[in-house]
């Protein structure tokens, strides 16, 4: 893979008004917050202090990318009645030294992250306070050797991060003597598996043991109280606001408004732009750049105008859009576009493996994995292992839990081999093989072949143990041409496209496709064949159209292939007036619907025998006043798909399987063909 341009950051956007449960999470002062878990949001607030409104029972703090300069007593003293934390994130804030009485009487706390504060210097006993911290991110600040802090500091300490602190990476080793250095970063979120809950009445003493008599008094009811008096009022609320918009859309039934000019076009505020996840690879691009890109995109839709990149002074936006999210990355640099939006939709790829769906949800609920996906994909603005079968193997959705070493990365992230792991074993190897081609066709109404070719695919299922090498022979004109075979059934594949397990150099020298499989499913080869197609399932057509009164249909079908060939599957649309009605059918075979949505009538039939000819008759009415508009003639689409057949006649002459163990494997194939784009027009 190439160079992205030198500089580029990715960054993932949300447009649009941000949702969530009304019970579980609503905004307190600048924060949101998490009823369930006590857990306030704070971060990218551009705040000067601590809000007052933070509950003194919160969990989880995130104060991260504000203004806040910690070494202010009026902050200290807002942060010391948060007794309960047990997660606290301060990173991006102005911190250059921690002393003894910035972070204290915190007992719970156990996640402390300080990453970017500018800090410089550790004074010994600054972390005795926190008799329960285990996890704690010094990356990215400016630490100098010799370091103050004591062991008696860090000896509970199971998880130190000492990433960006260039002179600290040097002896890191020594200053975490027992503690696990991580392998990949780990930021703060809400999701961590540590645990949220309150304090109970029981408190553990040093030697381990609990101490029931020092207890401290539980206000879970006053919460639980204040939350049902919440809920309350706020259903009456609603009911209340429910109920005026039904009075006021009564009223404004009766009467016109002015069409604004402001209203023949969607209006958006962009200021509701929401960053859910960045990432600066290099650190030379401004994150504050991203702020232009909404505006920039709200005035081209204003203009009727649009592009997959916009620029705004010196930086550039390549984006694409996947449901509600923008995928959005920024270069100041002639960067290979084609590289960059192919990566971003390998990211797309990659994040609905893990996820299922891609959307906001996701990616709120995931905020560690995508961090560590977006670390291991990209190394300082060059794509690395985007391969989601090969990061799963060392990246999971549990995280990474502290009683475990680390997950190291599988040895295929620096093999040449990159694409299939070692080690693999079947108890039964096997290769199965599909023939998958698209057959795409327009037809005139008068029936001549106006656009025909076939777009075909080699896929594969691999169930083969240890690194076996593969070689697959085609009926392929080119290799007869060399090797001189009579070439009578051969095929002159075009545009060829390999999975990049494929020796492309032995290909083009003979022809020869030659490769070690990924395991599982995967897909080997694409063609295209540029070639005059027989229609293999021909329509003729009949609507008459009686003005003010009905349109009947007559549809016969045929199907042009041979007779040991089925079809299945087949679905026959045939478009109808948009203000049809009451309809009639009476079909020879399958069965027919009305999709009054799409104006179609929808032909079934499930078995389509080679040879044979079927008749469909359908009966509308139309209404007595006739509308002024003209519909266009939308053509007659056909769906099917028959097994065992290829209409390019492409074979599998063999596949050949070697493995150094020398086991038997049992190779499979199958061909399908199947409609793609397939019209044809009526008259």
Same mark, same amino acid.
């Given at each position: 893979?190439?160079?992205?341009?030198?500089?580029?950051?990715?960054?993932?956007?949300?447009?649009?008004t941000?949702?969530g449960?009304m019970?579980?999470?609503?905004?307190v002062?600048?924060c949101?917050v998490?009823t369930g878990?006590?857990?306030f949001?704070?971060?990218?607030?551009?705040?000067?202090?601590?809000?007052?409104?933070i509950?003194d029972?919160?969990? #989880? *703090? &995130? !104060? =991260?990318?504000n203004? %806040?300069?910690?070494t202010?007593?009026?902050? $200290?003293?807002?942060l010391? /009645?948060?007794?309960?934390?047990?997660?606290?994130?301060?990173?991006?804030?102005?911190?250059?030294?921690?002393?003894?009485?910035n972070?204290?009487?915190?007992?719970?706390?156990h #996640? *402390? &992250? !300080? =990453?970017?504060?500018? %800090?410089?210097?550790?004074?010994?006993?600054? $972390?005795?306070?926190?008799? /329960?911290l285990?996890?704690?991110?010094?990356?990215?600040?400016?630490?100098?050797?010799?370091?103050?802090?004591?062991?008696?500091?860090?000896?509970?300490?199971s998880?130190?991060?000492?990433?960006?602190?260039?002179e600290?990476?040097?002896?890191?080793?020594?200053?975490?003597?027992?503690?696990?250095?991580?392998?990949?970063?780990?930021?703060?979120?809400?999701?961590?598996?540590?645990?949220?809950?309150?304090?109970?009445?029981t408190?553990?003493?040093?030697?381990?043991?609990?101490?029931?008599?020092q207890s401290?008094?539980?206000?879970?009811?006053?919460y639980?109280?204040?939350?049902?008096?919440?809920?309350?009022?706020l259903?009456?609320l609603?009911?209340?606001?429910?109920?005026?918009?039904?009075?006021?859309?009564?009223?404004?039934s009766?009467?016109?408004t002015?069409?604004?000019?402001?209203?023949?076009?969607?209006?958006c505020?962009p200021?509701?732009?929401?960053?859910?996840?960045?990432r600066n690879?290099?650190?030379n691009?401004?994150?504050?750049e991203?702020?232009?890109?909404?505006?920039?995109m709200?005035?081209?839709?204003?203009?009727a105008?649009s592009?997959?990149?916009?620029?705004?002074?010196?930086?550039?936006?390549?984006?694409i859009k996947?449901?509600?999210?923008?995928?959005?990355a920024?270069?100041?640099?002639?960067?290979?576009?084609?590289?960059?939006?192919?990566?971003?939709?390998?990211?797309?790829?990659?994040?609905?493996?893990?996820f299922?769906?891609?959307?906001e949800?996701?990616?709120r609920?995931?905020?560690?994995?995508?961090?560590?996906?977006?670390?291991?994909?990209?190394?300082?603005?060059?794509?690395?292992?985007?391969?989601?079968?090969?990061?799963q193997?060392?990246?999971?959705?549990?995280?990474?839990?502290?009683?475990v070493?680390?997950p190291?990365?599988?040895?295929?992230?620096?093999?040449?081999?990159?694409?299939?792991?070692?080690?693999?074993k079947?108890?039964?190897?096997?290769?199965?093989?599909?023939?998958?081609e698209?057959?795409?066709?327009?037809?005139?109404?008068?029936?001549s072949?106006l656009?025909?070719?076939?777009?075909?695919?080699?896929?594969?299922?691999?169930?083969?143990?240890?690194?076996?090498?593969?070689?697959?022979?085609?009926?392929?004109?080119?290799?007869?041409?060399?090797t001189?075979?009579?070439?009578?059934?051969?095929?002159?594949?075009?545009?060829v496209?390999?999975?990049?397990?494929?020796?492309?150099?032995?290909?083009e020298?003979?022809?020869?496709?030659?490769?070690?499989?990924?395991?599982?499913?995967?897909e080997l080869?694409?063609?295209?064949?540029?070639t005059?197609v027989?229609?293999?399932?021909?329509?003729?057509?009949?609507?008459e159209k009686?003005s003010?009164?009905?349109?009947?249909?007559?549809?016969k079908?045929?199907?042009?292939?041979?007779?040991?060939?089925t079809?299945?599957?087949v679905?026959?649309m045939v478009?109808?007036?948009?203000?049809?009605?009451?309809?009639?059918?009476?079909?020879?075979?399958?069965?027919?619907?009305?999709?009054?949505e799409?104006?179609?009538?929808?032909?079934?039939?499930?078995?389509f025998?080679?040879?044979?000819?079927?008749?469909?008759?359908?009966?509308?009415?139309?209404?007595?006043v006739?509308?002024?508009?003209?519909?266009?003639?939308?053509?007659?689409?056909?769906?099917?798909e028959?097994?065992?057949?290829?209409?390019?006649?492409?074979?599998?002459r063999?596949?050949?399987?070697?493995?150094?163990?020398?086991?038997?494997?049992?190779?499979?194939?199958?061909?399908?063909?199947?409609s793609g784009d397939?019209?044809?027009?009526?008259?």
């Amino acid at each position: 893979m190439g160079s992205w341009g030198h500089g580029l950051c990715v960054v993932l956007c949300f447009w649009g008004t941000v949702s969530g449960s009304m019970l579980q999470s609503r905004t307190v002062g600048p924060c949101t917050v998490n009823t369930g878990t006590a857990s306030f949001n704070c971060s990218w607030r551009k705040l000067a202090h601590i809000p007052t409104e933070i509950w003194d029972n919160a969990t #989880t *703090l &995130d !104060l =991260s990318q504000n203004h %806040l300069n910690l070494t202010n007593p009026q902050h $200290l003293r807002q942060l010391q /009645r948060l007794d309960q934390l047990v997660n606290l994130n301060l990173s991006g804030n102005y911190l250059p030294l921690l002393g003894k009485d910035n972070l204290c009487s915190l007992p719970s706390l156990h #996640t *402390l &992250d !300080l =990453s970017g504060c500018q %800090l410089t210097s550790i004074e010994a006993g600054a $972390l005795q306070g926190l008799p /329960r911290l285990g996890e704690l991110f010094l990356g990215h600040n400016r630490l100098q050797v010799p370091m103050s802090v004591s062991t008696q500091d860090i000896v509970t300490i199971s998880f130190l991060d000492f990433h960006g602190n260039q002179e600290l990476e040097r002896v890191s080793d020594d200053l975490s003597t027992g503690i696990r250095r991580p392998f990949h970063r780990k930021l703060l979120a809400n999701d961590r598996e540590h645990p949220t809950t309150t304090p109970t009445n029981t408190m553990t003493t040093a030697n381990g043991t609990e101490s029931p008599g020092q207890s401290r008094p539980s206000h879970s009811w006053q919460y639980l109280v204040a939350v049902l008096v919440t809920a309350i009022s706020l259903s009456l609320l609603i009911a209340s606001l429910a109920k005026c918009q039904l009075v006021r859309r009564y009223l404004a039934s009766y009467r016109h408004t002015r069409l604004t000019e402001q209203d023949t076009a969607s209006q958006c505020d962009p200021n509701s732009l929401e960053v859910l996840i960045s990432r600066n690879y290099m650190g030379n691009m401004d994150m504050n750049e991203v702020d232009h890109f909404m505006p920039i995109m709200m005035r081209m839709e204003e203009d009727a105008d649009s592009s997959p990149l916009v620029t705004h002074g010196s930086a550039h936006f390549l984006w694409i859009k996947h449901r509600n999210l923008y995928l959005v990355a920024m270069t100041k640099k002639n960067a290979n576009a084609a590289l960059v939006y192919s990566f971003l939709y390998k990211m797309v790829e990659v994040f609905k493996e893990y996820f299922k769906e891609l959307e906001e949800e996701s990616i709120r609920d995931n905020f560690v994995t995508v961090y560590e996906l977006m670390d291991e994909v990209m190394d300082f603005g060059f794509p690395q292992t985007t391969d989601s079968k090969i990061l799963q193997e060392y990246i999971t959705q549990q995280g990474h839990k502290l009683d475990v070493g680390a997950p190291r990365p599988p040895a295929t992230v620096t093999n040449a081999v990159s694409w299939r792991s070692e080690g693999i074993k079947y108890r039964k190897n096997e290769v199965f093989m599909d023939v998958i081609e698209s057959v795409n066709l327009l037809v005139s109404a008068t029936g001549s072949v106006l656009r025909s070719e076939i777009v075909g695919s080699i896929k594969l299922k691999v169930v083969l143990s240890g690194m076996p090498e593969l070689r697959l022979g085609l009926n392929d004109k080119v290799l007869f041409e060399i090797t001189g075979r009579e070439k009578s059934k051969t095929v002159e594949l075009e545009d060829v496209k390999f999975h990049q397990c494929v020796r492309l150099s032995r290909f083009e020298n003979d022809r020869t496709i030659s490769f070690i499989p990924p395991d599982g499913e995967s897909e080997l080869m694409s063609y295209r064949l540029n070639t005059t197609v027989k229609p293999l399932i021909w329509i003729e057509s009949v609507i008459e159209k009686f003005s003010h009164s009905r349109v009947e249909i007559k549809v016969k079908a045929r199907s042009q292939f041979k007779s040991r060939s089925t079809a299945n599957n087949v679905a026959i649309m045939v478009p109808v007036p948009s203000d049809a009605d009451s309809p009639k059918f009476k079909t020879s075979t399958g069965s027919c619907k009305y999709l009054p949505e799409k104006s179609v009538v929808q032909w079934n039939i499930k078995s389509f025998p080679g040879g044979k000819e079927y008749m469909m008759r359908a009966h509308f009415g139309l209404p007595s006043v006739e509308s002024t508009e003209l519909e266009g003639r939308r053509p007659i689409t056909v769906n099917f798909e028959i097994p065992y057949f290829t209409v390019s006649g492409i074979q599998v002459r063999y596949l050949k399987i070697i493995e150094k163990s020398g086991y038997e494997a049992l190779p499979w194939v199958r061909y399908i063909t199947q409609s793609g784009d397939y019209q044809l027009r009526t008259n």
